[in-house]
C-alpha cells in the first residue's frame, strides 16, 4: 500500500512558474513508476507526466517543453516542475503511483491516488 500527499498547488498569472511536491510512504523505498495527473472541470483525467525509479520519464503532449517531472529516490519524493503555465493548465493535479516499478507512458495503469492540490492560472 502506497499513501500520497501532494502539496504546492496555488494561484499565478499565466507566464508564471509553481513547483508541486508528492510524498510517498508505505515502504522505506517507493519503487512504483510514479506520476502526475490532472483533471479540470467537465473534462477528462489527462497524464501530465511519470517517471520511474531509474529516471525513464514520459510526457503528455501539452506540457512538453514547459514541465519537468524529478524524483528524490531517497526521500520518496515526486516533483513537478512547471514553467511558462497557461490558463489551460489549471486543474486538480493529482500524484499517482502504479503497482509495478517501469513507467511505459502517461496512460498506464495507475492504482494509489492522492488528495490533489488545485493550479490555477489567470490570464
Known amino acids: 500500500q502506497v499513501q500520497l500527499v501532494e502539496s504546492g498547488g496555488g494561484s499565478v498569472e499565466a507566464g508564471g512558474s509553481l513547483r508541486l511536491s508528492c510524498v510517498a510512504s508505505?515502504?522505506?523505498?517507493?519503487?512504483?513508476?510514479m506520476g502526475w495527473f490532472r483533471q479540470a472541470p467537465g473534462k477528462e483525467r489527462e497524464g501530465v507526466a511519470v517517471r520511474d525509479w531509474y529516471g525513464v520519464t514520459f510526457y503528455g503532449d501539452s506540457v512538453k517543453g514547459r514541465f519537468t517531472i524529478s524524483r528524490d529516490n531517497a526521500k520518496n519524493t515526486l516533483y513537478l516542475q512547471m514553467n511558462m503555465l497557461k490558463p489551460d493548465d489549471t486543474a486538480m493535479y493529482y500524484c499517482?503511483?502504479?503497482?509495478?516499478?517501469?513507467?511505459?507512458?502517461?496512460?498506464?495503469?495507475?492504482?494509489?491516488w492522492g488528495q490533489g492540490t488545485q493550479v490555477t492560472v489567470s490570464s
Open positions: 499517482a503511483a502504479a503497482q509495478v516499478t517501469g513507467c511505459s507512458s502517461v496512460r498506464g495503469e495507475f492504482h494509489y
Open positions: 508505505g515502504s522505506t523505498y517507493i519503487k512504483n513508476c
